[in-house]
């Protein structure tokens, strides 16, 4: 059932070449530096895990999309109050605009938390100013004012709250600054203003800064913090616990020995955040959305951080020792003994799972880190990632995956519709993992799928307990019974005939 398809370097190449030809010329121009084909990189040392330090820097990202092209890129706004802010869970998180915003973005994200609703914990609650015309001719300061009141009112147990501002609140002008001062003062609670207005920037990227901008200025360094540091308090940052990916890295890092004071921004408090200037070592998984926050309190603080992986065993075993070596030889001996601990459950999924899924092919199509963190995860499956991009990388991202992808992988930066489209027609993997917009018509192409922002209501796909979870579901995908019930849609009456 399946159409010839190209494979390797060379024919993705040429896939390129004709992927472009459908493009004017000064956009043909524009996205040929999008797309590039891994080369070796001479000048890297190899990753001693994977062993690979292929070239993929050379990729054009972190610019406007070509009007015209459809983008599945996501707003400033989406960026600060979809990834950053939203799982703080006990702060109320306004929507100052219009209300299409909030109810877009109204628990979009499968962000687990611990907490009452309404109670101590707002996550899947949504606020917003609900702008009407005259909001925007006359001014909603007021109109923020007075929500604020009413929400103190209404949930007097919450620990603060943020605006996070919407496209008009720019361009009219709204001082949330100076209504988060005010009422700060009256109600002895943090307020936090972001100027996350959706126009900002050219993806969610830079809601991301802006949003870790606003901890920076609003949150940390606020006044005196209860909390007594001990020689092993770390913090995850990063993780914003979508299926419960928090709770499975927090256990390894307990299990090692490791106190996890804070985690952002998945099941978080504004406690946590407050106290996390304290840790001795941030560790994060998430490194284009929070860097900017760990660069600041290592400058400010003296916090040393680092990166980590925990999809799929082998860099969970990596992460481990590299996050012991931080610590004496007691945290050291413990992982060595959680990595052990942890050994049969890898082989016995390896058994069942390796022997299904071997030689399959997978493109990726996702944001933050996922594009390349996960493809050693395929790796231990015995999978081969063909293809992977970002919706908003920036160069140091591309720059990371190249330690992870193998030479000869396609790659794509803000991939429009059309381009992935025609990618997947040509190659043909055996899976994609991708996003929500994705979903349906790639399966209406005849290929299994996987939604790899929010583990299709699935996971955590974190930690050893996740990669059992990871492995039956890519099991569930690709050997679906479903794929062999109807015909290619790529065939004619007369191929089908014959076959």
């Not at 990834?83 to 877009?104: A, F, L, N, T």
């Not at 419960?244 to 890295?249: I, T, V």
């Not at 400010?300 to 925990?310: D, I, L, P, Q, S």
Request: proline share 5%.
């Amino acid at each position: 059932m399946a159409k010839d398809h190209v494979s390797g370097p060379e024919d993705y190449e040429s896939l390129i070449e004709q992927v472009l030809e459908a493009y004017p010329a000064k956009a043909k121009k524009k996205r040929a530096k999008h797309l590039q084909v891994s080369q070796p990189d001479p000048e890297a040392t190899p990753d001693p895990e994977t062993g690979h330090a292929s070239k993929c820097d050379t990729t054009k990202s972190n610019i406007k999309s070509i009007p015209g092209v459809m983008t599945v890129r996501g707003c400033a706004y989406a960026g600060s109050k979809g990834v950053v802010w939203g799982p703080v869970k006990d702060m109320i998180h306004i929507s100052h605009g219009p209300v299409g915003c909030g109810q877009y973005s109204w628990s979009q994200r499968r962000n687990y938390y611990i907490g009452q609703t309404g109670i101590d914990s707002f996550v899947t609650m949504q606020f917003t100013t609900d702008f009407q015309e005259k909001d925007i001719v006359f001014g909603g300061d007021k109109k923020l004012g007075k929500m604020i009141d009413e929400l103190e009112e209404l949930f007097p147990l919450s620990k603060g709250t943020t605006i996070q501002s919407e496209c008009p609140i720019g361009l009219i002008g709204d001082d949330i600054e100076a209504v988060a001062r005010a009422k700060n003062k009256e109600h002895e609670k943090t307020m936090v203003p972001v100027r996350c207005e959706g126009f900002r920037g050219v993806s969610q990227s830079l809601g991301h800064h802006i949003a870790n901008d606003a901890v920076r200025d609003w949150v940390l360094d606020k006044g005196d913090v209860d909390y007594e540091p001990g020689p092993y308090d770390v913090n995850i940052i990063g993780d914003y616990n979508i299926g419960g990916d928090a709770w499975s890295s927090r256990i390894l890092l307990e299990e090692i020995g490791l106190n996890v004071v804070g985690n952002w921004s998945g099941d978080a408090t504004l406690a946590e955040m407050e106290r996390a200037p304290k840790a001795k070592l941030n560790l994060i998984h998430c490194y284009r959305s929070m860097n900017y926050i760990c660069r600041y309190m290592e400058e400010k603080h003296g916090v040393a951080w680092m990166e980590y992986n925990f999809f799929g065993p082998t860099q969970i075993a990596a992460s481990l020792r590299a996050i012991a070596a931080k610590f004496d030889e007691t945290i050291q001996a413990n992982a060595e003994t959680v990595i052990a601990k942890y050994q049969p459950l890898v082989d016995a999924i390896n058994a069942k799972y390796r022997p299904r899924l071997e030689g399959k092919s997978v493109m990726l199509y996702v944001g933050g880190l996922r594009p390349r963190h996960v493809v050693t995860a395929y790796d231990d499956l015995g999978m081969n990632v063909v293809g992977t991009g970002y919706e908003f990388a920036h160069g140091d991202d591309y720059k990371r995956t190249g330690h992870y992808v193998k030479d000869g992988t396609l790659i794509y930066d803000d991939v429009t519709g059309y381009e992935l489209e025609k990618f997947i027609e040509g190659i043909r993997p055996d899976l994609v993992g991708s996003g929500i917009k994705e979903k349906y018509p790639v399966q209406k192409m005849g290929i299994p799928f996987r939604q790899m922002h929010s583990w299709d209501y699935s996971g955590p796909y974190h930690g050893y307990d996740g990669y059992a979870i990871f492995a039956r579901d890519m099991d569930l995908a690709i050997n679906n019974p479903v794929w062999g019930l109807y015909d290619a849609p790529w065939k004619g009456p007369e191929a089908i005939a014959a076959e």
